[in-house]
């Protein structure tokens, strides 16, 4: 959680890790990953719990609820949230003398698909052929069909489990849920949000009746309208009003996804490029003209109802670079670090590429070593691999990205990376980001930039006042000039 006044000054943070402070629910990495390894899921009490834990913390620090003239939030995308018959009026009717934990078991699906799951090829083979392939599915809801997206956790539900599906009487997003909890009520998915579904026409930005008959029945009864993400929702439900005084004046606006929250909170200009190191890595820009096509996504932009936000997504992330540090440094960033500096820019031609599980961007597996003489390897030194794997990570996001038509100058460095995620804490990752990119690499000071970003947009919407870049600008910092990279980008291509 983030606070910001009238000056976006920050006034507030707090969080909570949910393997540490909620062991009871014994997730790793929030998740549990299931037998086939395929199937990834989170239980939707451990979040509600974590909501109340957070509150209770905010609380126990002395923060005035009363002041917080309007809210909003970010959540995973894709992830999917099922209510069971009859929880909508539970939701309206919330004792304030109880956790939420506590009268909230109403999901017909206890665990949550989210958006590391990739068990539902099947779906995705039959929802592209519904519509006519890859490129017409991609032209409608601006992404062909993925594993994680949510019609095709929705379809594989409803065809595992007709029973629970049948008692389902409305789907969230991870996101609209957070804002039904504080809602009390039902709340919409957000366009933005809504486009990572694989169900919504991202240009009438209405559910595409092709999609949806070709994923369940009853669907469109179950979803709900999708609403423009800067939408006022209503007040906060008076639980909050008597359990911890917030106003029954404050605001509810539109929660959305991690990454458009991003895109808000690192207020992109058209043109920058925006790289999130979290959990998953991800490249995000802000575009006027999308042009779909089937390696990346277009979602709408949570921002501007005019634009778009075009995004390409890698599941081997943090977790790759945890597991190649605890290997090779470890188990310490600062080894880790220490490794990247004493390899030379493009690691005498070695590369790596290290997908420990299956890859979202490309649809690929398993770790492979090339050395400079391009022979596959098995192994590289200690310091060689830390340095294969991050510059490996890096060029294919640039790659990736050129091939969405980012014009990436070898001469001049006409363009900034904007960075965030945990990762982004990381100077020397960063450095070879820039050297990458041939490009500066600018942080904000707040490194959760999802929460930031619908701070901005709750004072933006609720309090009507601009808030302009300008006083954005002033929690950038500019990353020193990148080293040279022609010899790298030689070696590696
Ligand atoms: N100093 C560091 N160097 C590299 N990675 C880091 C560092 N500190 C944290 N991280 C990574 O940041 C990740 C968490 O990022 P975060 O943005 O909080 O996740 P999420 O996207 O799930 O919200 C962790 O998995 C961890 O590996
Ligand atoms: O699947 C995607 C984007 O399409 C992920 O980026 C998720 O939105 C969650 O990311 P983390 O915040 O856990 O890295």
Same mark, same amino acid.
């Given at each position: 959680?983030?606070?910001?006044?009238?000056?976006?000054?920050?006034?507030?943070?707090?969080?909570?890790?949910?393997? =540490?402070?909620?062991?009871? /629910? %014994?997730?790793?990495?929030?998740?549990?990953?299931?037998?086939?390894?395929?199937?990834?899921?989170?239980?939707?009490?451990?979040?509600?719990?974590?909501?109340?834990?957070?509150?209770?913390?905010?609380?126990?620090?002395?923060?005035?609820?009363?002041?917080? %003239?309007?809210? =909003?939030?970010?959540?995973?995308?894709?992830?999917?949230?099922?209510?069971?018959?009859?929880?909508?009026?539970?939701?309206?009717?919330? !004792?304030?003398? %109880?956790?939420?934990?506590?009268?909230?078991?109403?999901? =017909? @699906?206890?665990?949550?698909?989210?958006?590391?799951?990739?068990?539902?090829?099947?779906?995705?083979?039959?929802?592209?052929?519904?519509?006519?392939?890859?490129?017409?599915?991609?032209?409608?809801?601006? =992404?062909?069909?993925?594993?994680? /997206?949510?019609?095709?956790?929705?379809?594989?539900?409803?065809?595992?489990?007709?029973?629970?599906?049948?008692?389902?009487?409305?789907?969230?997003?991870?996101?609209?849920?957070?804002?039904?909890?504080?809602?009390?009520?039902?709340?919409?998915?957000?366009?933005?949000?809504?486009?990572?579904?694989?169900?919504?026409?991202?240009?009438?930005?209405?559910?595409?009746?092709?999609?949806?008959?070709?994923?369940?029945?009853?669907?469109?009864?179950?979803?709900?309208?999708?609403?423009?993400?800067?939408?006022?929702?209503?007040?906060?439900?008076?639980?909050?009003?008597?359990?911890?005084?917030?106003?029954?004046?404050?605001?509810?606006?539109?929660?959305?996804?991690?990454?458009?929250?991003?895109?808000?909170?690192?207020?992109?200009?058209?043109?920058?490029?925006?790289?999130?190191?979290?959990?998953?890595?991800?490249?995000?820009?802000?575009?006027?003209?999308?042009?779909?096509?089937?390696?990346?996504?277009? /979602?709408?932009?949570?921002?501007?109802?005019?634009?778009?936000?075009?995004?390409?997504?890698?599941?081997?992330?943090?977790?790759?670079?945890?597991?190649?540090?605890?290997?090779?440094?470890?188990?310490?960033?600062?080894?880790?670090?220490?490794?990247?500096?004493?390899?030379?820019?493009?690691? !005498?031609?070695?590369?790596?590429?290290?997908?420990?599980?299956?890859?979202?961007?490309?649809?690929?597996?398993?770790?492979? %070593?090339?050395?400079?003489?391009?022979?596959?390897?098995?192994?590289?030194?200690?310091? @060689?691999?830390?340095?294969?794997?991050?510059?490996?990570?890096?060029?294919?996001?640039?790659?990736?990205?050129?091939?969405?038509?980012?014009?990436?100058?070898?001469?001049?460095?006409?363009?900034?990376?904007?960075?965030?995620?945990?990762?982004?804490?990381?100077?020397?990752?960063?450095?070879?980001?820039?050297?990458?990119?041939?490009?500066?690499?600018?942080?904000?000071?707040?490194?959760?930039?999802?929460?930031?970003?619908?701070?901005?947009?709750?004072? @933006?919407?609720?309090?009507?006042?601009?808030?302009?870049?300008?006083?954005?600008?002033?929690?950038? @910092?500019?990353?020193?000039?990148?080293?040279?990279?022609?010899?790298?980008?030689?070696?590696?291509?």
């Amino acid at each position: 959680v983030v606070a910001i006044n009238e000056n976006l000054d920050l006034v507030h943070q707090n969080h909570v890790l949910f393997d =540490s402070e909620l062991p009871e /629910f %014994r997730t790793q990495g929030g998740v549990h990953v299931q037998a086939d390894k395929l199937t990834v899921t989170s239980p939707v009490l451990m979040w509600v719990k974590a909501l109340d834990l957070i509150l209770d913390k905010m609380k126990d620090a002395g923060f005035d609820f009363s002041s917080v %003239r309007a809210l =909003s939030g970010s959540g995973q995308q894709h992830g999917s949230v099922y209510w069971k018959k009859g929880a909508g009026q539970v939701l309206k009717q919330l !004792d304030p003398g %109880r956790p939420l934990h506590k009268l909230l078991e109403v999901e =017909s @699906v206890c665990d949550s698909p989210v958006w590391m799951d990739s068990s539902t090829s099947e779906q995705c083979s039959s929802l592209e052929s519904a519509v006519g392939g890859a490129q017409n599915l991609t032209n409608i809801t601006g =992404s062909r069909a993925y594993e994680r /997206f949510t019609g095709n956790q929705i379809a594989k539900i409803q065809q595992s489990n007709p029973e629970k599906y049948s008692e389902t009487e409305r789907i969230s997003l991870v996101s609209s849920f957070g804002a039904s909890l504080f809602r009390g009520d039902y709340a919409a998915v957000d366009y933005s949000d809504g486009s990572g579904m694989n169900l919504m026409d991202i240009f009438s930005k209405k559910w595409a009746q092709p999609c949806l008959e070709a994923t369940a029945p009853h669907l469109e009864a179950k979803l709900g309208a999708p609403l423009v993400s800067t939408a006022v929702l209503g007040e906060v439900s008076s639980y909050y009003v008597t359990r911890y005084g917030f106003s029954p004046d404050c605001k509810v606006v539109a929660f959305t996804g991690d990454n458009p929250g991003s895109l808000a909170g690192m207020r992109l200009r058209e043109g920058d490029i925006a790289v999130s190191l979290g959990t998953s890595d991800t490249v995000f820009l802000w575009i006027k003209e999308p042009r779909p096509t089937i390696e990346g996504h277009v /979602f709408c932009n949570p921002v501007d109802s005019d634009s778009y936000m075009a995004l390409i997504c890698y599941k081997n992330g943090s977790f790759t670079r945890e597991r190649i540090r605890n290997e090779r440094a470890g188990g310490s960033w600062d080894t880790f670090s220490r490794a990247l500096n004493a390899t030379p820019v493009g690691n !005498d031609g070695n590369l790596g590429i290290y997908f420990d599980t299956l890859e979202i961007t490309p649809s690929a597996v398993g770790v492979y %070593r090339v050395n400079e003489q391009d022979q596959t390897v098995e192994g590289f030194p200690g310091e @060689v691999e830390i340095r294969a794997l991050v510059e490996g990570q890096f060029l294919a996001k640039r790659v990736h990205a050129e091939k969405l038509g980012y014009k990436i100058s070898k001469l001049s460095r006409s363009f900034s990376i904007l960075a965030t995620g945990g990762a982004s804490s990381n100077t020397d990752i960063l450095q070879v980001l820039s050297d990458v990119f041939n490009a500066p690499v600018y942080t904000i000071d707040v490194a959760n930039s999802a929460c930031l970003g619908c701070a901005y947009r709750a004072k @933006v919407k609720a309090l009507s006042c601009l808030c302009t870049r300008t006083c954005v600008e002033s929690i950038i @910092v500019l990353r020193p000039p990148p080293t040279s990279v022609d010899n790298r980008i030689k070696a590696i291509t």
